[in-house]
C-alpha cells in the first residue's frame, strides 16, 4: 500500500487537533482504551463533547493550555493507503517544530478559521509549507458551523488565500474544503449541513491524491548508506551497495558513475532481502551491484552515467535555525548530506526572512531560534547536490554543533543566482 505522509498547520485554536482527532475517530482508527481515557478527560474538564483534540494533545502542557507544542504524530490506515500524520504547532515560537513536522510531508492541511478568514499567521504557514516544497496543499475552512455552514463565507475565504497563494506557490496542487472538525461535517463522511460543496471530504482527497510523481523520477541518486561484504562461503565475492533511492529509475544494465571518484561502471544486479529486482525507484531500499571492484564507502553516490549533479564546497541554502543560540557568522558547524558527513562554517548571511510579510531583512542579519534565512557555507568536502525544488533529499542538508551534538538548523539547497 502507498504511504501519504502529511501535516497539518493552522493558527492557535483553528481546531487541527480537533480536525485530527476527528479523522482518527470517524475512520475507525483508535483503541477502545484511548477512546476510554479521552472520554474520561473530556468529563474532567467539563466539555460539552467528545474532546477530540485530546487524541492528539499528549504533553500535559498542551492539555492544560489547549495548544498544541511539540509535533504529535499518528498512524492510521485504510483500505486505500496508509497514513502518517504530523500534527505541528501553530505558534511563530514553535515554527522549528512546524519545519521538523512538514519536512517529509507528501500534503500539507492548512486550516483557516471561518470567522477569522486569511490573516497573518495563514500566510507564514502558507510559505513554510512553499519552502519546504510540500506539492499538495489542501486548505480547510474549519467551523463552518460557527457561520451557519454559508457558501459565500467560503467562497470569500478562497478568494482570499488563493490571492496571496498565486504569489507564493502558483504551481502547486491545491483543493479546497468547507469543513466542521468538531461536528464531523466533510472530513469523513459528507456534510448534510453544506450540499452546495460537492468536490468530497478530506479522507476522500487525502486517499486520492496522486503522489507516485512527488519524487525526483528524472536523475538518478543512490547515495550510499553501507556496504555489504558477508564474507561467508555462500557469498564470498558478494559485495553490495546498500541505501535509498533518492531519484531516477535503475535497472540491472543501467551504466552509472560513482562520486566522488567519476569512475564508470554498470549495475549487474538490484538486490533486496526478498530478491533480485528489475527495477527501482524512490524510496526504496535496496542494494546494487556493480560490474567492477570499485572503492566506495558511506557518504559516496551512484549517478546517471550522463546526469551529474552539481559539485561545489560552497553552498547557497534557506535554514530554519532551531536553537537558542543565534548563529555564528563565520562559526564552523558539522554538516550531513544525504549519508555524507563534512564540516562547514557560515561565509554570509544574505539576508533574515520576515515570514509575516516576507520581507527580505538585510540590516540585522542576526538569526535566531525560528527565524528563516538565507546564508553562505563552504564545505570541507565538495558535495554533489540538485536543488532542493527539485529533489528534497539531495537538496537537504541538516547542522550540528560541533560542541553538543545539537541539530542547529535544517537548510534546503538553492541555486546560486
Known amino acids: ?80 493507503r496508509k497514513f502518517i500524520i504530523a500534527d505541528t504547532p501553530g505558534h511563530i515560537q514553535y515554527t522549528r517544530n512546524m519545519v521538523t513536522g512538514a519536512s517529509t510531508a507528501n500534503a500539507a492541511i492548512v486550516l483557516i478559521d471561518a470567522r477569522n478568514g486569511v490573516i497573518e499567521q495563514t500566510h507564514r504557514h502558507a510559505f513554510i509549507a512553499s519552502l519546504l516544497g510540500i506539492p499538495h496543499i489542501i486548505v480547510c475552512i474549519n467551523k463552518m ?34 469543513i466542521s472538525a468538531l461536528h ?30 512527488d519524487h525526483d523520477l528524472v536523475h538518478q541518486r543512490f547515495p550510499i548508506q553501507y556496504v555489504i561484504r558477508p564474507e561467508s562461503d555462500e557469498f564470498h565475492d558478494y559485495r553490495g551497495y546498500a541505501g535509498q ?4 529509475f535503475f535497472h540491472p544494465g543501467d551504466k552509472i558513475m560513482v562520486l566522488p571518484s567519476r569512475i564508470e561502471s554498470e549495475i549487474v544486479s538490484i538486490d533486496t532481502l526478498t530478491g533480485p529486482l528489475s527495477e527501482a525507484h524512490p524510496p526504496m531500499s535496496v542494494a546494487l551491484t556493480l560490474k567492477d571492484d570499485v572503492d566506495l564507502s558511506r557518504g559516496d553516490m551512484i549517478v546517471g552515467i550522463d546526469d551529474v549533479p552539481a559539485e561545489s564546497y560552497d553552498i547557497k541554502a534557506m535554514i530554519c535555525w532551531m536553537n ?23 561565509q554570509d548571511i544574505d539576508y533574515v526572512l520576515n515570514i509575516s510579510t516576507l520581507e527580505k531583512v538585510t540590516q540585522n542579519k542576526t538569526v535566531r531560534m525560528n527565524d528563516i534565512a538565507c546564508i553562505q557555507l563552504r564545505t570541507t568536502k565538495p558535495l554533489f547536490f540538485d536543488p532542493y525544488k527539485i529533489n528534497r533529499i539531495t537538496g537537504s542538508i541538516i547542522l550540528i554543533d560541533e560542541a553538543s551534538n545539537e541539530t542547529v538548523a535544517a537548510g534546503m539547497i538553492v541555486l546560486n543566482s
Not at 476510554?36 to 467528545?50: C, E, M, N, P
Not at 533511492?245 to 531516477?248: E, I, Q, S, Y
Not at 537558542?324 to 557560515?346: I, N, W
Open 1 to 80: 500500500m502507498e504511504l501519504l505522509r502529511f501535516t497539518t498547520a493552522g493558527s492557535v485554536d483553528d481546531g487541527k487537533s480537533t480536525l485530527i482527532g476527528r479523522l482518527l475517530y470517524d475512520s475507525k482508527s483508535i483503541f477502545e482504551d484511548q477512546l476510554d481515557a479521552v472520554k474520561r478527560a473530556s468529563v474532567q474538564k467539563g466539555s460539552a463533547h467528545l474532546n477530540l483534540a485530546l487524541f492528539t494533545d499528549g504533553l500535559r502542557a498542551e492539555r492544560e493550555q489547549g495548544i498544541t507544542i511539540d509535533v504529535a504524530y499518528r498512524y492510521f490506515a485504510t483500505p486505500q
Open 184 to 213: 464531523g461535517d466533510n472530513v469523513v463522511k459528507p456534510s448534510l449541513n453544506m450540499p452546495w460543496y460537492a468536490d468530497g471530504t478530506l479522507l476522500h482527497h487525502l486517499e486520492t491524491i496522486p503522489i507516485s510523481q
Open 245 to 248: 533511492v533518492a531519484g531516477g
Open 324 to 346: 537558542p543560540k543565534p548563529l555564528q557568522l563565520h562559526g564552523k558547524y558539522a554538516l550531513k548530506h544525504t549519508t555524507k558527513d563534512a564540516r562547514c562554517f557560515v
Open 145 to 178: 458551523d460557527l457561520m451557519e455552514y454559508r457558501e459565500d463565507v467560503y467562497k470569500s475565504i478562497l478568494y482570499d488565500f488563493q490571492s496571496f497563494a498565486n504569489k507564493v506557490f502558483p504551481a502547486q496542487d491545491m483543493r479546497f474544503i468547507p
